[in-house]
């Protein structure tokens, strides 16, 4: 899960998905890469694999699982050199429940950084250095990120909407 | 000499968890000089009473997500001794290679990630992606190759399914082992300039005799997976006997339990085993230690970070003979077993008490389990590496104090700070130091 910093508290949303995301969520395959990251024993952190198993049938789909290890995927996205990376992956902005927004990079903090755990902004630098992409976080507001399996309801429609959108716009 | 040095790291960075390091020098006099842990116990022992022993690997391999495999095989031996149960040649064989793996991938992460920024003069990893892309791509791959073995292997990047109690629920089939053996070669192309850079580095010099602690045995094997517990000051017990090696004890600036052996504190670890167990080593690892100078007894503890590259060529070398030896002999498919919670009693058991005694990346690892007549355990206790370094990382710092005061306080600061990442602490893990006492209602 990405850990916002600071914390940006958003009270008013009427919509959990923007005008501007779902413009950004109309996939070309033939230049985009799908990239989802999340541990889905840990509840709502699971959305990202989440989206991936509603996506790995579309054929011609460029689509990355990362799990909960995304600094293994480096190697096979320059090899794919997208132009455009979407990453979805669950992030505390303290939004309403299921919400998504794009968390600008500079509100990851590399603090984390150890053997254990490598940012997801530190991975996508290291990309940066061997291919020229653009990179969108997507974040999606969880309700819960305890031990356990599955998706709280308001996660999980959002995360339906989200595939739906991206299958409609390779598929039409 | 009339100097003042304040150091108060809060809280340190590139080490796992949050521990803080404090320096008081007041007129050339070393006031205080800490290595604070502050990190809440986990209670991992708690969570075992009354769970299955053959659940207790998945449960304890969540205590660390880099030693995850460590965990697993302390568990599982743990577990075995307490029941009486002797794994195959063939369960052994796996294992160790599963350590190996582990060992290799947490290394490699220390020495790029952690140890190589303050060596090449930056302040973290992250301007290393700028500067030496190659180098930080390299590191991620031979991680990512390690992880990918683990794959193949036990079922997951961290936190094996197959490897439990009895066995493994999974055996490679040939084409397992090729691409297991093809991915490991892959590393071996990326070892050589691994080397390079391990031997361009230079380690800050500095010297302090104390004990090396590591598993040692009679044989002409680097002794990971079993053996006695010795020690560079002469001892050497049984492992059942580990309590008197660490003689735990609580300080109040550290919510990891402290250890001492025959002197004030001692060392586990990657330069602990390469002190101990030195002609052991594969001759590859032995030739690059002999290129780079380092051996027993090495007391710079600066070092470690050496030894773990030496132990990098000897895990990958052995790993590689491990699976030809497999590709070569074939595996023994019929025993693989599924047990589960050993509802069927497919395992005997009784009831007993087990120690596991495990080489993981930061050191040996103990795991004691009392087990009842139904495989329930009674009561546990988990030694973590970290947990035995921070007393001589402590000793270190106030050695090492004194004799750097010469230097600006930043330069000190660094030092410090350099001196506890050598060691590679996972202070989350170290952190068990409550004795809670149970009350029945």
Redesign the interface.
């Given at each position: 899960m990405i850990l916002v910093f600071p914390v940006q508290r958003i009270f008013l949303m009427l919509n959990t998905l923007t005008a501007d995301i779902i413009e950004l969520l109309k996939i070309n395959p033939d230049s985009d890469l799908i990239v989802a990251v999340g541990n889905s024993f840990r509840s709502d952190d699971g959305v990202g694999p989440y989206i991936a198993q509603g996506l790995e049938r579309i054929k011609d789909l460029k689509l990355i699982n990362a799990g909960y290890t995304p600094e293994n995927i480096i190697e096979d996205v320059i090899s794919l050199a997208p132009k455009r990376i979407l990453i979805f992956d669950a992030a505390d902005f303290r939004g309403k429940f299921g919400a998504v927004r794009i968390i600008p990079e500079d509100k990851i903090p590399q603090t984390t950084l150890s053997t254990h755990a490598i940012p997801l902004n530190v991975i996508t630098a290291i990309i940066r250095q061997s291919i020229q992409t653009e990179i969108y976080f997507m974040g999606i507001q969880p309700k819960s990120v305890c031990l356990g399996e599955g998706l709280s309801e308001e996660v999980k429609k959002t995360a339906d909407q989200i595939i739906e959108i991206i299958r409609k716009s390779i598929l039409k | 000499m009339s100097k003042n040095v304040k150091v108060n790291v809060e809280y340190l960075?590139?080490?796992?968890g949050h521990g803080n390091i404090v320096v008081n020098v007041k007129n050339g006099k070393l006031e205080e000089c800490r290595l604070d842990i502050v990190e809440s116990p986990r209670f991992f022992e708690g969570m075992l009473r009354g769970r299955s022993i053959f659940e207790a690997q998945h449960i304890t391999s969540r205590i660390?997500?880099?030693c995850a495999c460590g965990h697993t095989l302390a568990s599982i031996q743990a577990a075995e001794d307490a029941i009486g149960f002797i794994p195959t040649e063939q369960t052994i064989k796996l294992r160790k290679l599963l350590l190996h793996l582990e060992n290799l991938d947490?290394h490699i992460?220390?020495i790029y990630?952690?140890v190589a920024p303050d060596l090449l003069g930056v302040k973290?990893?992250?301007p290393l992606?700028?500067t030496h892309?190659d180098v930080?791509?390299r590191a991620?791959?031979m991680?990512?190759a390690c992880?990918?073995v683990c794959d193949v292997l036990v079922g997951r990047?961290?936190h094996p399914i197959s490897a439990i109690v009895g066995g493994f629920t999974k055996l490679p089939k040939e084409k397992d082992i090729d691409t297991m053996l093809e991915i490991l070669e892959s590393i071996q192309v990326d070892m050589a300039p691994t080397i390079e850079l391990g031997a361009s580095l230079k380690f800050p010099e500095f010297q302090r005799e104390t004990e090396y602690v590591g598993l040692v045995n009679d044989t002409d094997e680097y002794p990971l997976l079993s053996g006695d517990i010795g020690s560079t000051d002469g001892l050497r017990m049984d492992k059942h006997d580990y309590k008197k090696i660490t003689n735990e004890f609580v300080v109040p600036h550290s919510s990891a339990k402290h250890t001492k052996a025959s002197r004030d504190s001692y060392m586990v670890g990657a330069l602990a085993r390469v002190n101990l167990n030195f002609e052991k080593l594969h001759p590859k690892a032995k030739k690059v230690a002999n290129a780079i100078g380092l051996k027993p007894i090495t007391t710079n503890p600066f070092l470690n970070t050496a030894a773990q590259l030496i132990e990098c060529i000897h895990s990958l070398e052995d790993s590689i003979k491990i699976l030809k030896e497999f590709k070569n002999d074939g595996v023994d498919y019929a025993q693989a077993i599924t047990v589960g919670l050993n509802e069927n009693g497919q395992i005997p058991v009784k009831a007993g008490k087990g120690v596991g005694a495990v080489e993981v990346p930061r050191g040996i690892l103990f795991h004691e389990y009392e087990v009842d007549k139904k495989g329930m355990i009674v009561n546990a206790n988990c030694i973590i590496p970290t947990g035995q370094n921070c007393n001589n990382i402590e000793k270190d710092m106030q050695k090492l104090v004194p004799e750097v005061l010469d230097k600006n306080q930043d330069e000190i600061t660094l030092l410090m700070e350099m001196l506890v990442r050598a060691y590679?602490p996972?202070i989350s893990c170290s952190a068990h130091f409550l004795n809670v006492k149970y009350i029945d209602c």
């Amino acid at each position: 899960m990405i850990l916002v910093f600071p914390v940006q508290r958003i009270f008013l949303m009427l919509n959990t998905l923007t005008a501007d995301i779902i413009e950004l969520l109309k996939i070309n395959p033939d230049s985009d890469l799908i990239v989802a990251v999340g541990n889905s024993f840990r509840s709502d952190d699971g959305v990202g694999p989440y989206i991936a198993q509603g996506l790995e049938r579309i054929k011609d789909l460029k689509l990355i699982n990362a799990g909960y290890t995304p600094e293994n995927i480096i190697e096979d996205v320059i090899s794919l050199a997208p132009k455009r990376i979407l990453i979805f992956d669950a992030a505390d902005f303290r939004g309403k429940f299921g919400a998504v927004r794009i968390i600008p990079e500079d509100k990851i903090p590399q603090t984390t950084l150890s053997t254990h755990a490598i940012p997801l902004n530190v991975i996508t630098a290291i990309i940066r250095q061997s291919i020229q992409t653009e990179i969108y976080f997507m974040g999606i507001q969880p309700k819960s990120v305890c031990l356990g399996e599955g998706l709280s309801e308001e996660v999980k429609k959002t995360a339906d909407q989200i595939i739906e959108i991206i299958r409609k716009s390779i598929l039409k | 000499m009339s100097k003042n040095v304040k150091v108060n790291v809060e809280y340190l960075t590139r080490v796992e968890g949050h521990g803080n390091i404090v320096v008081n020098v007041k007129n050339g006099k070393l006031e205080e000089c800490r290595l604070d842990i502050v990190e809440s116990p986990r209670f991992f022992e708690g969570m075992l009473r009354g769970r299955s022993i053959f659940e207790a690997q998945h449960i304890t391999s969540r205590i660390c997500g880099i030693c995850a495999c460590g965990h697993t095989l302390a568990s599982i031996q743990a577990a075995e001794d307490a029941i009486g149960f002797i794994p195959t040649e063939q369960t052994i064989k796996l294992r160790k290679l599963l350590l190996h793996l582990e060992n290799l991938d947490s290394h490699i992460l220390h020495i790029y990630l952690l140890v190589a920024p303050d060596l090449l003069g930056v302040k973290s990893f992250v301007p290393l992606i700028h500067t030496h892309n190659d180098v930080v791509r390299r590191a991620l791959r031979m991680k990512k190759a390690c992880n990918d073995v683990c794959d193949v292997l036990v079922g997951r990047h961290v936190h094996p399914i197959s490897a439990i109690v009895g066995g493994f629920t999974k055996l490679p089939k040939e084409k397992d082992i090729d691409t297991m053996l093809e991915i490991l070669e892959s590393i071996q192309v990326d070892m050589a300039p691994t080397i390079e850079l391990g031997a361009s580095l230079k380690f800050p010099e500095f010297q302090r005799e104390t004990e090396y602690v590591g598993l040692v045995n009679d044989t002409d094997e680097y002794p990971l997976l079993s053996g006695d517990i010795g020690s560079t000051d002469g001892l050497r017990m049984d492992k059942h006997d580990y309590k008197k090696i660490t003689n735990e004890f609580v300080v109040p600036h550290s919510s990891a339990k402290h250890t001492k052996a025959s002197r004030d504190s001692y060392m586990v670890g990657a330069l602990a085993r390469v002190n101990l167990n030195f002609e052991k080593l594969h001759p590859k690892a032995k030739k690059v230690a002999n290129a780079i100078g380092l051996k027993p007894i090495t007391t710079n503890p600066f070092l470690n970070t050496a030894a773990q590259l030496i132990e990098c060529i000897h895990s990958l070398e052995d790993s590689i003979k491990i699976l030809k030896e497999f590709k070569n002999d074939g595996v023994d498919y019929a025993q693989a077993i599924t047990v589960g919670l050993n509802e069927n009693g497919q395992i005997p058991v009784k009831a007993g008490k087990g120690v596991g005694a495990v080489e993981v990346p930061r050191g040996i690892l103990f795991h004691e389990y009392e087990v009842d007549k139904k495989g329930m355990i009674v009561n546990a206790n988990c030694i973590i590496p970290t947990g035995q370094n921070c007393n001589n990382i402590e000793k270190d710092m106030q050695k090492l104090v004194p004799e750097v005061l010469d230097k600006n306080q930043d330069e000190i600061t660094l030092l410090m700070e350099m001196l506890v990442r050598a060691y590679d602490p996972c202070i989350s893990c170290s952190a068990h130091f409550l004795n809670v006492k149970y009350i029945d209602c």
